[in-house]
């Protein structure tokens, strides 16, 4: 339900936390203080997404592509691989999770912030319904459960308008309900002052979407039973931007992961500028974007297309590469302001170099994949 009155719930509180947000000095002067004082908070690093090493041998690391002969690389920070220094830092944790769902479905898909701000996802579909696609992409036959960073935002006002919304509560949580009779619900409520939960519910044949978002919503309890564990770590970090939120996702028979790379303390909804690198079983097609430049990444083949602007609008950067297991890498970059560091960045130079020096794992720890 695109526009629904839960989504602009949120999505106001975030607005008014970038408006009221004092003017800071340029990110680049920041980086070091504010990855300093995230990382004292989490008690992670910034290689956080690292956590998916935990005990595993180092065997299940390995770079996309072997080493090639290059020139001299674009300017950025080069980041030290600690795959190979168990323990490393600690797991993500999951801080809810749920303890009903319908009858085949598993969870398919994970999200979490690292250090920006995002919320956590996770998702639940029967194993059939990722068979032809992206399980993040999925809008029907799905459970869909979010927790929103309580540190980040200021949901005083998000608290009033539940109050006001008369719809049934949640455990006794004011809470608000948008539903599409034979579509999906959307269902969003406080448990405490500081916490923002909700539950969306995709079509699901013979089932009451509503009914089915109470229940799920009734079920949630604290989670840390099933951490995070990322499967995409950076070898190299572009100028000024640092890793802000991972995934790791159910393919068919294989897994899939995104890593999102955004300035810190970037506007979660809308960040001036970004850079989303996903694993998946099939590229995106793009058609707008006409034929790409040959490129040679590692010692595979792909395909580069530069941003830029058309009669129908902006369009982003875009990296693609098959990997030898028949996976696709695709790395997206967009610059909202078209400033000359997006320039740099969202360059063929760079975007090849991010791409070759990611560190992959053969598959995601954790113990709840597929479960």
Partial sequence: MEGSRTEHLIEAAFERQAEEAPSAEPVAARLPALRSRRRRRRALTGLAVVAV???????????AFPPAAAPAPPAGQTVESRVAEPPGPPPIPMRYTVGWLPDDFVEVSRNVDVEGGFPQTQRWAPLEGIEQGDPEDLIENVVRFTAYDPDEINWDTVAEDLAESGDPTVNGSPAMLDSAPGHSSNLVWMPDDSTVLTVRVGDIPGADTEDVAYRVAESVRPGGESPFHAAL??????????????????????????LSLTPPDAHPMSPSLSLWTRVADSPD????????????????????????????????????????????LETTFQDHENSEEGREIGGQESMVRFAEELIFLEEPAGGWFGD
């Fill in 53 to 63: 090493v935990g005990a595993l041998a180092v065997p299940t690391a390995l770079r």
């Fill in 233 to 258: 770590e950076p070898g190299w970090l572009p100028p000024t931007l640092t890793v802000s939120g991972s995934g790791v996702m159910r393919l068919d028979d294989a897994w899939g992961a995104t």
């Fill in 285 to 328: 097609r793009l058609p707008e974007h006409g034929a790409g430049t040959p490129v040679r990444v590692g010692d595979r083949d792909g395909t580069f297309w530069p941003a830029r602007d058309t009669s129908e609008g902006p369009l982003s950067a875009v990296l693609q590469v098959q990997l030898s297991d028949g996976r696709w």
